[in-house]
């Protein structure tokens, strides 16, 4: 018999159950069939159903996951081992999917029909993992049913889907969360505290890469796959409107989709981006160093111990005090130490998790919600358009200053 997968769920059913026998006139007997009933469900709404006083209605969030390809059982895992989540149902298309993840958690509703899981009762917030295409039709479904959202990067297709759903979701009243993991990292968490605490000087730079061979995707580009995980971070540690973005690529499978790409990207006061991003890479490298006029930083994802290093390294540049110190190199190079911080060594996307459910359960905004969301997807649409026209392209502010304002 499947047992309640939580230590204290158990024993607040059990407590219930012993002080309920101790203090009437009924006999165990007379309770064991609605305790092993208890002991045998697999969701906390069903048991409030029987037993309202024994669970808190508040207390877990029922949440569905839609998607089980490369990242859904990411998500499925995390959400599943979240202590306030009740995972109600993982939905996808392909039945042999959905059965890898039964064997797994077999107390989950496994559903092949999307609009017959948001018809569940029991489900609060729902988890999109599909294809970028898929994501503003199945978001909007979600927030028209009532249920805050969590929607894999890219947001949308288009700014104009973001705008669409930002505004359905803050007309019902709930979350929308765009999953932009990286920066939930410690070490992205980290180099932002550095920024924020002056530690680095003025910002100079901010320079990303991230290639590797594959994984090719099928509807988009090399720059929609890759670069969002880099955009979010820069957008999370710059904390700055893009001035203009210019981007340049190439496509060599024949499918008409850049796989090796260069975005430059202009922010005021003389910051500059900068990111290559490759599906034809021989070796992997996730690498993104932030420079400032005091000290600078390397994050290197695929370092297991030393992920982020902060340098005391930069220049130091003497104004001319003559004609002749003009025509002097005036440029002089400061050498200092090296740090390693102690970083949360926490799994991003569980901080990730557990900060949309604590927003879905307080009305919080979220970190990453639908603003930042719709942010980046804005950079990605002015590349499309320098990738066309080989220009440069302005990254206009949003239409509506009070919905998407920071």
């Known amino acids: 018999m499947p047992m309640c997968r939580r230590p204290r769920q158990f024993c607040k059913i059990f407590v219930f159950v012993f002080f309920e026998v101790l203090f009437s006139d009924a ?35 029922g949440v ?38 039964g064997r797994r958690y077999p107390n989950v509703a496994l559903e092949t029909d999307f609009q017959a899981m948001l018809d569940n009762p029991a489900l609060d917030a729902v988890v999109i993992a599909t294809p970028v295409h898929t994501h503003y039709p199945l978001a909007l479904k979600a927030l028209q049913a009532g249920k805050h959202v969590l929607v894999e990067k890219p947001m949308a297709m288009n700014s104009q889907q973001c705008l669409e759903l930002i505004e359905l979701a803050q007309q019902k009243g709930l979350v929308l969360m765009v999953d932009h993991t990286f920066v939930y990292h410690g070490a992205v968490r980290r180099m932002k505290q550095e920024l924020d605490s002056g530690n680095l000087g003025e910002l100079l730079y901010f320079d990303s890469v991230r290639i590797n061979l594959g994984l090719f995707q099928s509807d988009i580009n090399v720059i929609w796959d890759l670069a969002p995980h ?16 210019h981007a340049s690529g190439a496509c060599h499978a024949g499918n008409g989709l850049e796989d090796i ?9 003389n910051i500059i981006a900068h990111f290559h991003v490759s599906w034809l890479s021989p070796v992997k490298a996730r690498k993104i160093l932030v420079g400032g006029t005091k000290k600078m930083m390397v994050y290197d994802d695929l370092e297991s111990m030393e992920k982020l290093r902060i340098y005391d390294k930069g220049i130091t540049v003497e104004q001319p005090q003559s004609d002749e110190e003009r025509y002097a190199s005036l440029v002089g190079y400061r050498i200092g130490d090296m740090m390693t911080p102690v970083l949360d060594l926490t799994e991003a996307l569980k901080v990730e998790v557990a900060h949309f459910v604590d927003c879905a359960l307080s009305g919080k905004t979220p970190l990453t919600d639908g603003k930042a969301g719709m942010r980046i997807v804005q950079i990605l649409e002015a590349t499309n358009e320098a990738l066309r026209t080989g220009k440069p392209q302005t990254i206009t502010q949003p239409e509506i200053v009070g919905v998407l304002s920071r």
């Open 27 to 61: 006999t165990l007997w007379e309770y064991e069939v609605n305790f092993i009933q208890l002991l045998s469900i697999g969701t906390v709404k069903q048991m409030t159903q029987l037993h309202p006083d024994v669970y808190d209605r508040e207390e877990l969030l």
């Open 64 to 101: 569905a996951v839609v998607g089980c390809g490369y990242w859904g059982p990411n998500l499925i895992r995390n959400f599943y081992e979240n202590e306030q989540v009740q995972l109600v149902a993982v939905c996808d298309l392909d039945p042999k999917k959905l059965r890898k993840i």
């Open 230 to 245: 880099d955009l979010s971070m820069m957008d999370y540690l710059i904390g700055k409107q893009p001035v203009s973005v």
């Open 261 to 269: 790409a260069y975005i430059t990207i202009h922010f005021e006061d």
